[in-house]
């Protein structure tokens, strides 16, 4: 029934990449671009044949979360790249550098700084205590119901946000490359990561995400190259012209208008970098690897792919400035400085047309694609594993539910999922995405950060502290992101934001911190106790491992 | 069972020693990232035109741009001493534990 399916909706989506094509060849503003077509349609093909492999090996819990434990340093660097990079990397903050110059750069170092630490103070120990999901570390000696329900809850918030982000990019691309209705592209997106995910699990979600990877930094390489021998590789010719033609003049390498007040650049900073050590999705992927050696050197590949790639995207964006910017070929209605064609988002793509034709936007479309399918898929695996493996079998069922059942309820989740990113997603349409990323980060940092590293590192965390810190951080980031201008005056229509700053962490982080605390310390139950002399232990298999979660024998 | 075997990691000397020292290097790292990284961006809250100057006179590379780009390599690098030691001298150390511990239960 699963192979039938799975074909079935191959073949279901090659009528619907056809009809695109009309759709393009019925607007002038567009030309049908075969190239970019005819890569979307293989790079659809090539996953469903992962996923139909992937399929045939995905039979335990284990191979479904975790791919078995399996994957080596190597790929699983590749994959984290591939799940981290995400398209409102590629697209939001090509156009963020575009805008606002230095801004953009200021970011990228604050998405990337999280990395030497996770290294640090987290790989080793989340390899060591955990199975499938974090919350197996959060609730190992605390309780399995409470903590668990709480880690649930605030990881889909998280991947809420996240797929917000992704489907907006996902539906401004495919409309601005087939002319398809924005909505019709979400649902395009939702039902491939749908079937990567139900069927394939894990397994097909890694190798989705490695060749993303692949092909984004290949891709991105391949641009920046093209984009900068305009320039005689001169990163001083580039800036005297970018600065020559922009806007913001000399102003342009000067942090502006998004960190204009240091509270914002200060909790953007926290909110980055630590919510980074609190994405659901990233975290997951610490547990597909055999065991805490293979985990770090996840995080040294994976980090220098992003550090790397981050340099590329700062350089694309500047080059952008001059070959977009100035190209009347790329505004609506010919008008330079103008509205860009298919939304400001869109920099990254016009710059891959200007340097090397339909050919390079066909592949760096696929490719922007393969992205945001890569990170959907991701998110809706660590948001179902979320409900299956925490709220079903841990929590309703006690631990007593069945391997098929508790995979059966993973996928009915991903599929509920799916439909809740193509709503979400029609909802925010005019947001910008990277903006929208920040938001999910926020909410990471406050919300699952904090617990997480206290039941690493602090005996004293007792489940009442624990929950306290735990819904007092996702409460108050949601609501402070919520009072924002950013969904208060944006979305919601009214008048002024009832909190004046869009960046959350610097003041939801604390509210958890100091709340686990307090409410830690004055615990004094047995049950309080018991779960501080339980740390001992804990901590043993922390620093050695011994007693930690297998790889599975294929 | 599981639990005699980690009171008797706990118990061994070793234990102590791997835990100290892969605690102090781990959070020497760690702060010195940290303190780099939001010493950085209180320069951007406080003192943001700092950062637009050139580096030298006459040159379009900025301040920022060269500073951000020295953190990019520098946190990079840390990482990949972090994981040469934790991976060679750390495990071993941690693989001796655990067949200490098996040794004494037989």
């Known amino acids: 029934m699963m192979r039938k399916l799975t074909a079935a909706l191959a073949l279901l989506s090659l009528p619907v990449l056809a009809l695109a094509a009309d759709a393009v060849g019925a607007t002038e503003k567009q030309a049908t671009n075969w190239h970019a077509i005819i890569m979307f349609c293989v790079f659809v093909a090539l996953t469903m044949g992962i996923t139909y492999w992937a399929a045939s090996r995905t039979k335990s819990t284990a191979d479904f979360y975790t791919a078995g434990g399996g994957i080596t340093g190597f790929q699983n660097g590749l994959a984290i790249a591939g799940d981290y990079m995400s398209a409102a990397t590629l697209l939001g903050l090509t156009a963020m550098v575009y805008t606002q110059g230095y801004d953009g750069y200021i970011y990228m170092l604050c998405f990337f700084a999280g990395w030497p630490i996770i290294l640090f103070l987290m790989a080793e120990r989340l390899r060591n205590l955990g199975r499938f999901t974090f919350s197996d570390i959060t609730a190992y000696r605390l309780d399995q119901g409470k903590v668990r329900t709480m880690a649930a809850i605030s990881s889909l918030t998280v991947v809420c946000f996240y797929l917000i982000a992704q489907m907006v990019g996902a539906g401004q691309l495919i409309k601005l490359l087939f002319g398809l209705d924005y909505n019709v592209a979400i649902f395009a997106v939702g039902i491939l990561m749908m079937v990567y995910v139900t069927f394939g699990g894990m397994v097909a979600t890694t190798w989705v995400q490695i060749i993303k990877a692949v092909m984004l930094l290949s891709g991105g390489t391949l641009v920046m190259i093209l984009a900068m021998s305009q320039f005689g590789f001169s990163f001083t010719t580039l800036m005297e012209k970018a600065t020559a033609v922009h806007k913001l003049g000399d102003k342009l390498m000067y942090p502006g208008a998004l960190l204009k007040d240091p509270v914002t650049a200060i909790s953007l900073g926290l909110g980055l970098m630590f919510g980074t050590a609190g994405l659901p999705h990233i975290l997951m992927r610490f547990f597909t690897v055999t065991d805490a050696k293979e985990a770090r050197k996840s995080v040294l590949y994976a980090s220098g792919f992003v550090a790397y790639f981050f340099n590329v995207i700062f350089l694309m964006g500047l080059a952008g400035i001059l070959i977009v910017g100035q190209n009347p070929e790329f505004f609506e209605g010919g008008t330079v400085g103008g509205k860009l064609i298919g939304g400001g988002n869109m920099v990254a793509m016009h710059l891959a047309k200007a340097v090397g034709g339909n050919m390079l936007l066909g592949f760096l479309a696929a490719v922007a694609f393969a992205t945001i399918l890569a990170v959907v898929s991701g998110l809706a695996l660590a948001g179902a594993s979320a409900i299956s493996h925490d709220i079903y079998a841990r929590v309703i069922k006690k631990g007593q539910a069945s391997e098929a059942a508790e995979i059966r309820v993973s996928k009915i989740a991903t599929i509920c999922l799916g439909f809740v990113a193509i709503i979400l997603g029609i909802l925010f349409e005019k947001q910008n995405i990277a903006f929208m990323v920040g938001l999910a980060f926020g909410v990471a940092a406050a919300a699952n950060f904090p617990v997480l590293i206290l039941s690493m590192y602090w005996k004293g965390l007792t489940t009442r502290g624990a929950l306290v810190g735990g819904y007092s951080g996702l409460v108050s980031a949601v609501l402070f992101v919520l009072f924002s201008k950013s969904v208060w005056v944006d979305v919601l229509g009214n008048k002024a934001a009832l909190f004046p700053y869009t960046q959350p962490a610097l003041f939801a982080m604390p509210i958890a911190f100091i709340l686990a605390y307090i409410f830690s310390k004055t615990d004094s139950s047995v049950r309080a106790r018991e779960e501080v002399e339980a740390f001992e232990d804990q901590y043993v298999r922390a620093q050695t491992g011994f007693g930690a979660a297998a790889a599975s024998s294929h | ?106």
């Open chain 2, 1 to 106: 069972m599981s639990s005699a075997m980690y009171e008797r990691m706990r118990a061994n000397p070793k234990f102590q020693e791997l835990v100290a020292r892969r605690g102090r290097f781990a959070w020497t790292l760690a702060f010195v990232v940290l303190a780099m990284f939001y010493g950085f961006v209180m320069v951007v809250a406080f003192a943001p035109a700092s950062l637009g100057q050139p580096v030298s006179e006459g040159s379009k590379l900025t301040v920022g741009v060269a500073a951000e780009l020295f953190m990019f390599i520098f946190f990079w690098v840390l990482t990949a001493v972090y994981v040469r030691r934790a991976n060679s001298e750390f495990d071993s150390l941690t693989q001796e534990i655990v067949k200490e511990a098996w040794k004494e239960q037989k």
